[in-house]
């Protein structure tokens, strides 16, 4: 029992100095001692340990201590990295991630989606190429997540609704047929908004992300973490009822958000490219001018709804997301029109995470999952 009782005191205080060390840039011994209250042979031995492991290593030295210079120490970000995957009608992008959630790599290819074992081979010639390319050591990835523009169950590991690509009934087994590590399925907006609650210091634990990437999907979060519903199908907010009769959607009915503000409603005239719009429409080119008036008052509809439902921050993210701080006044200025109980619009905010979140988010699960072992 006893030996029970020293091992658990043993990784507990592994554990703190760790996510202490992880959660700062850079410190000492004598920082360990003093925030956790640990003696300096504890420190000492943990922070040798985890040297060894390669986890964390020394990177120079305290100045102005008005003695000897203390020896600091930074968590290794690249000790383990972790691969995602976001699947599209007409690309797959992949992401290497490291240990917090930053892309250290990444490649975009132009290749149509079909349910077929050539399209599942694709995708693990990229996994291999992006990890030859940037001369990645295989040891240390984690897995590989796949971020997918359909509903998953709550194992994660099958589609259970998937119009946009025909993928409803496939599985793990289906995407990691030619992918040599371990592999998740994990829904885009889900894996937008997971990644966006881990990178940034939330000044409020509720709120509810919209992501705008070639299809509309939404994630309410709470106390910081993604509400899923009883049947994993809550936040799609792409699938409100904005224009009764409207526009056709994927999903069968008229007059969703999707049609109105995925992506691919501004990429119709740059080639699917949305740097490129965004490039014409700083230009002053007016049919780009036209289109996106028209998007935000589709989109400040949608988000307005979401206000009156949820009354909480509003984020918007994903493709679109990346580029639109630079127009959220414009947004804002719209929503104050519609506004029934604020006296402004500050509660949308753009996204903090712009860099392939999707792909990121799908791969944070083996992150997180291997944090919390250490």
Same mark, same amino acid.
């Given at each position: %029992? ?25 410190l ?25 492991e ?7 030295? %305290? ?35 490291n ?6 790599? *990444? ?21 291999? *190429? ?27 590991d099958?589609?259970v609704?998937g ?47 919209i ?36 526009? *056709? ?26 740097? *490129? ?12 001018r ?5 998007y ?47 006296k ?31």
């Amino acid at each position: %029992m006893k030996l029970t009782v020293n091992n658990k005191i043993r990784k507990t205080n592994r554990s703190q100095i760790f996510k202490l060390l992880y959660k700062n840039d850079s410190l000492s011994k004598r920082d360990f001692q003093l925030q956790l209250g640990l003696s300096l042979p504890t420190v000492t031995q943990h922070l040798t340990d985890l040297l060894e492991e390669g986890l964390i290593y020394s990177n120079g030295y %305290m100045t102005n201590t008005g003695g000897r210079n203390a020896l600091t120490y930074s968590v290794a970000n690249d000790a383990r990295l972790a691969i995602g995957l976001d699947v599209t009608r007409h690309h797959i992008t992949a992401v290497v991630i490291n240990l917090h959630g930053l892309v250290v790599a *990444q490649l975009r290819v132009r290749f149509t989606y079909e349910r077929t074992k050539a399209y599942l081979q694709h995708l693990g010639e990229i996994v291999h *190429q992006i990890i030859s390319e940037n001369s990645i050591d295989r040891s240390r990835i984690l897995g590989v997540g796949i971020g997918l523009p359909g509903l998953t169950n709550a194992s994660y590991d099958r589609v259970v609704y998937g119009k946009i690509l025909d993928i409803e009934g496939t599985t793990t087994e289906d995407y990691s047929q030619y992918i040599d590590f371990p592999v998740r399925i994990i829904n885009d907006a889900n894996a937008a908004c997971n990644i966006e609650l881990y990178s940034i210091d939330n000044t409020t634990s509720n709120g509810f992300y919209i992501m705008l990437s070639n299809n509309v999907g939404g994630a309410i979060f709470i106390n910081n973490a993604v509400y899923t519903g009883d049947d994993f199908r809550s936040g799609e907010i792409g699938h409100l009822n904005i224009h009764p009769g409207g526009l *056709q959607c994927y999903c069968g009915q008229r007059g969703c958000v999707d049609p109105y503000c995925s992506a691919t409603v501004l990429t119709a005239i740059s080639d699917g490219n949305l740097n *490129q719009f965004f490039e014409l429409l700083d230009q002053g080119d007016a049919t780009a001018r036209s289109i996106w008036s028209a998007y935000l008052q589709h989109l400040a509809l949608a988000v307005r709804n979401v206000r009156i439902l949820f009354d909480c921050p509003i984020i918007i993210g994903g493709y679109v997301g990346a580029y639109i701080d630079k127009y959220l006044n414009e947004l804002k200025e719209i929503l104050d029109g519609y506004n029934s109980f604020d006296k402004n619009s500050d509660y949308v905010v753009a996204c903090k995470y712009k860099t392939e979140s999707i792909a990121a988010g799908a791969a944070l699960s083996f992150i997180k999952e291997f944090l919390s072992t250490i």
